[in-house]
Each structure stands twice: as C-alpha cells, then as structure tokens.
C-alpha cells in the first residue's frame, strides 16, 4: 500500500500524491493518469480536497481572535470576552449663543438646535445635545455653555411583539454615537406612560425590576440591544413602543472646528455665537486591531479598576487617541500623597487632550469601576528629547556606499530605534542598545562614537512669574547646563538672556550641586547670580526660583534645558532618584510615569541657541 502524505495541500500536491497511490496498486499499475479520462475525475478530487483544506484553515483562523480576518469574527469573540467594540464618537465643542431680541420673558435655547461648522472644506453639522433657558438682561438673551456635538438626531420607534420581548432590537446605522444612545419605552398605542431605560455593562447587582439593557454588535456590523427577562433586568412585554434616539456623527473628521454658526433664528432675533471649546474628543469606528488588541486586555480587568494593567486597558479601550498611557499610585509621588490614583495619556498625532477628554474618563470609564474611597488625577506627559552627534568609522572596501550615504543610513537607524523602541510612556533608553543597532546596520562600519544631550522644554507664561522644578531623568556634567535665549526683565531693565549652571566647589564635584545664573547673552555679563540651583548627581534636578519671561526670542514656542549626561550614566531612565531633599517645594509628580524619551530633532538656531538635534557624521577608515 503507498504512503498517504496528509499535510501536503496545494493543488499539484494533492493530485500528484493520488496518481503515486495509484499507481501503486494493483489495479490501476499500468494506467495512463496524464493521458486517460481518470485525469479529469483526479482533478476533481484533488480540487474538492484542496477546497475542504482551504475552508478547514480559514474556520480554524476565524475561531481565534489573533488570526481572525472577518469583523463579525473578531467582534464574536471578543462578545464571549464581554467585549463590546468601541463605536462612533461625536466631536464636542462647546459655545456660547448671545440673542438680541424684542420679546420679553425667557426664551428657550431648544436641545437638537443646529448648528454649522467648517473643517478645511468640509461642512458639517453641529446639535446642542441639552435644553438652555436664558433670561433677558439689557436687551439680550445670553446662552452660556452651550454644549454641541457633530452629528445628525436619528430617531428610531419599535413595536414590540411577544417573540422580542428581550430582544434584540437592531440600530440600522453604522455611524451611531452609542454614549448619545437615548432609550425611552412607551406602555403602548393607547397609554403614554413612558419609562427611561439604561444601559448596563454587567448583570451583577441587577435585579429583576431594573430598567436596563445591554448592547452588542451583531453579524452585520450593526449594534443590537438586548432587554432583560424578569430574572436579570425588567423584561418588555408586547405592545411597548421602544423609542430610540441618537446622533450620527462622521467621528474624528470635524475634530478641531472653531467657528460656528446657528441655522435658526431665537426670539426673532438672528443669534451669535462665540467660541468657549473648540471641537475634539470625536473618533471613528473601532477597527479590527483595535478590537484584537483591547479585548483581551479589557477582559482582564473584570469589570474593575483596581490594578494599574486595570486601568490601562480601560483606558486603552475607551479613548483611541492614546497611544500609550502611564498610571501609578500617590504613594509613588515626592512627598507620598496616600488616596490618589495619577493617570498620564500620551497622544495620538498631535492629538490635544482636553479637559473634557479627562473628565469623561475619569468620570464615565474610570470611577464607576474603581474604588470609592480614591481620587483620580491627570498629569501631562511631559518629554525628555535627547540630542546626539554620532560619529562612524566604516571600511569603504566593503560597502557601495559614499559617507554621506553611510551617515543617511546611520541616521534612518536611529530614528527607527526612537520609533519602535521609545517615544511613548515609561519606556528607557538604553545606550547600548542603540550602539548595537547602529553597528549592525551595516556591515562596513567598524566603529562608533555617540555623543548624547540632554533637553527639557518648557512652554513659559508670559509676564508671569513662576518656579520650576524639572528633572533630567539621569545625572548630568557639571558646567554642562545652559538654556536658549529668552527676554527678561529685572528692575525694570529688559534683557536677552540664558541661563547657565556654575559649580559650587572647584573643582566641580559630580557629585555635588551648582547655582543657576541668568546671564546677559549680549556680552555673557552676570546679571542674577542665584536664579536657581541644580544637583548634578541622581536625576539631575534643577530648579529655578522666579522665571520671568517677556518675550520668547525669534519664532521659538519654547525655552530649552540643555545639558549633558555623565560619561556612565547614559541609559536614560524615566526612574528617579530622589537623594538630596529640598525644603519648601511643592509635591512633584513622580516623573517615572510620566516622561517620554523622544529624538531632538530641532533645527540649528543660532538666534536662541540651539543645536541641530541630530548629527551624524561618517569618516572611512584608512588602514
């Protein structure tokens, strides 16, 4: 008998390994298979084989969320996780609306009132999502406040017969805003007795009177709401009339609309409206990685927030423009502040997180799964860019390539390395990783030499006094710190500034402290000699008693911390190392959680002081 060969399931295989069994028996010994009619019945078999393989794999992969293809198996199996995927998110903004009008006695601001906004040159509709009632004062009513999402008020009535007293009631709309979702349940044709239900995410704590009920999304892409059965949430009977209303809305397309206009007239007056937020907070359609990626990871959770991976995932799961997120508990702080939970969100794109961003996480997705007694509070990311002149020796006897070519290559390298390894949350720099990445890039370079600088940002207040308190993550050389150009004012006398660290012993001590001094960039003349102090050792914190910046020099947005990592401390850990406690300064946040190492990139600016970030340079090796 001839060897069955199973695993092998493309087409040719197939049929080959039919013709050798065959042929390999008695009866079919001398037959022409290339030749013969059976030629034709073998390509049937091995087609229909080959078909059933194909069909076989493709089961197998939808069964798993990791190699599922199809939206509907994705979504299925992320339902048994008690996933439900993420939908639409109308875009907020809020305004406000100033009417002068003839009428007397309040006037009504109705909730759905359109509104139109411009994004490049693409239209779109804003609705106010409440009722405002205003008063008149000296002749005007003034709407504060006025809350607008993008998007149109869809309106959905269901009659409800005895085979659907549970569900499902499908929402034929892809684009739904499911936190618009508004379910009202009428009695019946004849009783306008009307009943509020809301939706639940868990059947724990529901009784069988709740007014609830659930969401999925469906085979077709469409979400479902599913109703209770008498045991877990009230059940409908027949004869109700479900009313559903919601907004549909285009998601991320109108984030960042300014300027508004109301399409309706108030009190027969024309009605202005002016600007308090502008548009954000909008997303699309969870798509299918998302889905595959905050699955898992948000069924780990159990419906809670009690870990920090908790968190995250939530997190994660309920606002797509993070890119990464960082939280830690007060007792990680400087001083420890006991009963606070700290969350930082790096964004997306340039993606601005706004307060509305932070207060409906912290109040719709965090605190209805976190323990009552903490407080939640979000810290800004904040970036360490780290500047670099790297230097390459290469043999030009193994590679094609010129130097300049060589220091391209070089340079791709490592902005891969910024891309892939860092620039998110709580990730470190490893010196010699990159080392290692660079030498293997090519295989003509023989050596190389890094050179990394240390910067801080800031974003001052203009005319305002304030202290800083910043770290470089790692300890820094002593005569090393220096700032960019600012304009200043001290005692009524303007200046062009910088400022400078000078060591406090000589000579300078790694280990020890430096005063800050600001000094007059047009003739390097001390005009402050104590404007703050830095300790070179541990994290490389530096202070500065009273910045007062005028006027930012040139077209810069910023003012930036320059310094220099000691030679055997250049892995950047986000981790600091408190050793040297200073009195009467505030509560700092514990940078671990919050930095970001990302590539200095800036261009030279000999008007403010600065650096290219980023210089490399190739030399071959003659020897």
Do not use: C
Not at 183 to 192: F, L, R
């Amino acid at each position: 008998m001839a060897e069955l060969r199973v695993t092998e399931l493309e087409f040719q295989q197939i049929k080959n390994n039919l013709i050798q069994y065959l042929s390999a028996t008695e009866e079919f010994s001398d037959y022409n298979f290339e030749g013969s009619g059976i030629n034709n019945l073998l390509d049937v078999l091995a087609y229909n084989t080959h078909y059933n393989a194909v069909l076989a794999h493709f089961q197998a992969n939808e069964m798993f969320i990791d190699t599922a293809v199809k939206r509907s198996s994705v979504v299925s199996i992320a339902k048994t996780l008690g996933y439900t995927p993420r939908s639409v998110i109308a875009p907020k903004a809020r305004v406000n609306v100033v009417v002068q009008s003839a009428q007397s006695g309040p006037l009504s601001l109705p909730a759905s009132t359109k509104f139109s906004a411009t994004v490049g040159s693409q239209n779109f509709t804003f609705v106010s999502l409440t009722e405002q009632i205003a008063q008149k004062i000296g002749g005007s009513y003034t709407f504060t406040n006025v809350d607008i999402a993008e998007g149109a008020v869809i309106s959905q009535q269901q009659l409800i017969s005895s085979n659907i007293v549970s569900g499902p009631i499908t929402i034929r709309n892809n684009n739904i805003d499911l936190s618009s979702l508004s379910v009202v349940v009428q009695t019946s044709q004849n009783n306008y007795t009307t009943t509020s239900w809301k939706r639940s995410e868990k059947i724990t704590d529901v009784t069988s009177e709740d007014t609830v009920y659930w969401i999925e999304e469906g085979q077709n892409g469409y979400y479902k709401l599913f109703f209770g059965d008498n045991i877990i949430g009230k059940s409908l009977t027949s004869g109700n009339i479900v009313n559903i209303q919601y907004i549909a809305s285009q998601g991320a397309a109108a984030n960042g609309a300014q300027t508004f206009s109301i399409q309706a007239t108030l009190g027969g007056g024309s009605p202005v409206t002016t600007l308090v937020n502008s548009a954000s907070g909008g997303s699309d359609r969870e798509n299918i990685d998302s889905i595959r990626f905050n699955a898992p990871r948000y069924n780990a959770t159990r419906g809670r927030a009690v870990t920090v991976e908790d968190y995250k995932s939530l997190i994660l799961a309920n606002f797509d423009k993070a890119k990464s997120v960082a939280v830690w508990g007060g007792e990680q702080n400087v001083p420890p502040i006991y009963g606070k939970v700290f969350m930082s969100i790096d964004p997306k794109n340039d993606y601005i997180i706004t307060e509305s961003d932070k207060d409906n996480i912290i109040n719709n997705v965090i605190r209805p799964r976190s323990v009552l007694s903490l407080q939640h509070e979000f810290i800004d990311p904040t970036y360490l860019h780290v500047g670099m002149d790297v230097k390459v020796s290469y043999n030009s006897k193994v590679t094609p390539y010129t130097a300049n070519q060589i220091a391209n290559l070089v340079s791709g390298e490592i902005r891969r390395y910024f891309t892939s390894e860092l620039s998110t949350l709580d990730k470190k720099f490893y010196y010699g990783h990159l080392l290692n990445r660079i030498q293997s890039s090519q295989r003509s370079i023989l050596g190389t030499l890094i050179d990394l600088r240390l910067q801080r940002r800031i974003v001052p207040l203009v005319n305002v006094p304030e202290s800083l308190n910043i770290y470089f993550t790692t300890a820094v050389e002593p005569n090393s710190f220096k700032s960019t150009n600012f304009k200043t004012t001290i005692q009524g006398v303007e200046y062009t500034a910088y400022i400078q660290d000078y060591p406090d012993t000589s000579p300078p001590s790694r280990t020890g402290t430096g005063t800050l001094k600001l000094i007059d960039a047009s003739d390097n003349r001390i005009i402050d000699n104590n404007y703050g102090e830095i300790y070179y050792s541990g994290s490389g914190l530096f202070t500065i008693n009273r910045l007062l910046v005028t006027q930012l020099v040139g077209a810069s947005f910023d003012i930036r911390f320059n310094a220099l990592p000691q030679e055997l401390n250049k892995d950047l850990s986000p981790t600091i190392v408190r050793t040297t406690p200073i009195a009467d300064r505030a509560v700092y946040p514990y940078p671990s959680q919050n930095i970001v190492v990302v590539l200095d990139d800036s261009e030279q600016n000999k008007a403010i002081g600065t650096l290219s970030g980023l210089i490399v340079t190739a030399q071959p090796f003659e020897g």
